[in-house]
């Protein structure tokens, strides 16, 4: 199958990428995740300094991650002189992250345009004011002459304005998301953070975070039909093919990785022909934008069917619904009266034996 796609005029043999982040911190880290089976790399951002990263700074949940680092702990001379030349022979493209102000992009795009195929410019430290991130597209893009990214921030409170001015400016595609926060996280049983950070906040990110990051794109991609690269929460072949659905035409992955291992990149990319067909998708640029338009489920009063071959009578639909309709004995009965048609027993039967509250519109 073809699992080729293509952001902005840049080829890539498939979608996965890794997201900006620790993995690429330098070139050692940088060839070990390329031959993993990446479609393309993606530097951790250079910006003009090197960061003064706190220590501790990544703690890890089954499904988030928080973290404290900033951008790279290396200042651009090593990317330069060691970094981005020792990657040159990777036969995949490379998309140079940086940040973050017009004075420091002026400074960093010229130095680092020879290394790279295009540019990803992260706008997570500079605000709300799309009018200085609008100013920093534009500045990229006429002294690049290569494709640049605006990557966005999930604070940022309109994404769609934020697409339309930076795509205005002269930007070729969008990057959505960063991490979200500021975020909490203190060890229940010690009370202390794992966060060397300042009031020890960190950014989340992570499988949480995809319905999140899936609404970002689904938004952007509804109103404006332009690059955009989903990030956010990918954990799974089936997360890629739901971003490529809703727009986007590669994606990124850094949290899953961290959590699971760095194999979860070839992982993914192994099975990501089976959750396309199963789906069925001829390819991946097949896939791209095809649930745009979301179908509602019908909101008619629906009382959940329960199939009695496939339930186990564990109680957990009786637990949980909140309008509590439910009695379980040796079998489920459902009191039409007191049922609202959530649906929420249906998504949570753990043996799938509740149909009926959901049905999706044709
Ligand atoms: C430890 C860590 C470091 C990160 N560093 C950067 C960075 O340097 N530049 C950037 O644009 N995003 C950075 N991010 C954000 C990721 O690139 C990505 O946008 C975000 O984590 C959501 O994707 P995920 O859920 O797959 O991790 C970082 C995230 C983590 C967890």
Redesign the pocket.
């Given at each position: 199958m073809d699992l080729s796609t293509d952001i902005a005029g840049m080829k890539i043999k498939n979608p996965l990428l890794p997201?900006?982040?620790?993995l690429t911190g330098d070139d050692v880290k940088m060839k070990y995740i390329a031959s993993l089976g990446v479609g393309a790399m993606v530097t951790?951002?250079i910006s003009t300094e090197a960061a003064k990263v706190p220590r501790p700074?990544?703690v890890a949940t089954n499904n988030y991650?928080v973290?404290a680092?900033?951008?790279?702990e290396y200042g651009p001379d090593k990317w330069i002189n060691e970094f981005l030349p020792n990657i040159q022979n990777l036969k995949i493209p490379k998309i140079i992250?940086i940040?973050y102000s017009k004075e420091q992009i002026e400074w960093l795009v010229p130095r680092l345009k020879d290394f790279g195929d295009a540019f990803?410019i992260?706008t997570?430290y500079v605000g709300k004011d799309l009018k200085p991130i609008a100013e920093v597209a534009k500045l990229a893009s006429k002294i690049s002459q290569k494709p640049v990214f605006m990557?966005i921030s999930p604070h940022m409170p309109d994404p769609v304005e934020f697409a339309k001015i930076v795509m205005d400016a002269g930007a070729d595609g969008i990057v959505a998301?960063?991490?979200l926060g500021p975020a909490y996280y203190v060890d229940p049983k010690t009370g202390i953070s794992p966060l060397g950070s300042e009031n020890r906040y960190g950014?989340i990110?992570?499988?949480v975070?995809k319905p999140l990051?899936l609404s970002i794109v689904q938004r952007i991609r509804q109103e404006l039909d332009i690059p955009i690269i989903g990030?956010?929460?990918?954990k799974s072949a089936e997360d890629i093919v739901e971003f490529l659905e809703v727009g986007a035409c590669a994606v990124?992955?850094?949290?899953?990785a961290?959590i699971f291992g760095k194999a979860q990149y070839t992982r993914v990319i192994n099975r990501l022909e089976s959750a396309l067909i199963s789906r069925g998708y001829v390819s991946v640029k097949d896939a791209v934008g095809k649930k745009l338009e979301v179908k509602h489920a019908r909101f008619d009063l629906n009382n959940p069917k329960v199939d009695p071959e496939k339930c186990t009578l564990c109680k957990l639909c009786e637990h949980v619904c909140p309008y509590f309709a439910i009695k379980v004995s040796d079998h489920v009965e459902v009191d039409p009266n007191a049922c609202f048609g959530c649906g929420l027993c249906e998504s949570r039967c753990p043996t799938k034996a509740i149909s009926g509250v959901l049905i999706n519109e044709l």
């Open positions: 997201a900006a982040g620790p951790k951002t700074c990544i991650v973290n680092e900033l951008w790279s992250s940040g990803e992260s997570h990557k998301v960063n991490s950014w990110s992570g499988p975070i990051a990030v956010g929460g990918i990124g992955m850094l949290s899953s961290l």
